[in-house]
Nanobody, 124 residues
Framework: VQLQASGGGLVQAGGSLRLSCAAS????????MGWFRQAPGKEREFVATISWYGDSTYYAGSVQGRFTISRDNAKNTVYLQMNTLEPDDTAVYYC??????????????????WGQGTLVTVSS
């Protein structure tokens, strides 16, 4: 599975961005999808994850209420709507796919496939 993330850019604090991640697979609904991010000088961290058909989601506490993960299985795409962005949200954002069928996970090692990342910069 190849994942292609897009939608990053420069935005002012308080603004919004929507990230997209397109997957090259005929069985997209077999994968739990997740978003992670890595800020400069920091380790990669979990952001959000969504179940196979989008009925369940889970967020990191730092983005709960501001970010929304969604998916469109007909388009093989997962999205991350980011609102009320803060400078601390500045990072490279990665999408990831998990086909272990074990349920939602915030654990990086669970995910089998990773996109190349898209940079989000939030200015104060």
């Amino acid at each position: 599975v190849q994942l292609q993330a897009s939608g990053g850019g420069l935005v002012q604090a308080g603004g919004s961005l929507r990230l997209s991640c397109a997957a090259s697979t005929r069985s997209f609904s077999n994968y739990i999808m997740g978003w992670f991010r890595q800020a400069p000088g920091k380790e990669r961290e979990f952001v959000a994850t969504i179940s196979w058909y989008g009925d369940s989601t889970y967020y990191a506490g730092s983005v709960q209420g501001r970010f929304t993960i969604s998916r469109d299985n007909a388009k093989n795409t997962v999205y991350l709507q980011m609102n009320t962005l803060e400078p601390d949200d500045t990072a490279v954002y990665y999408c990831a796919a998990d086909n272990t069928r074990s349920g939602l996970s915030a654990v990086e090692i669970i995910y089998d496939y990773w996109g190349q990342g898209t940079l989000v910069t939030v200015s104060s």
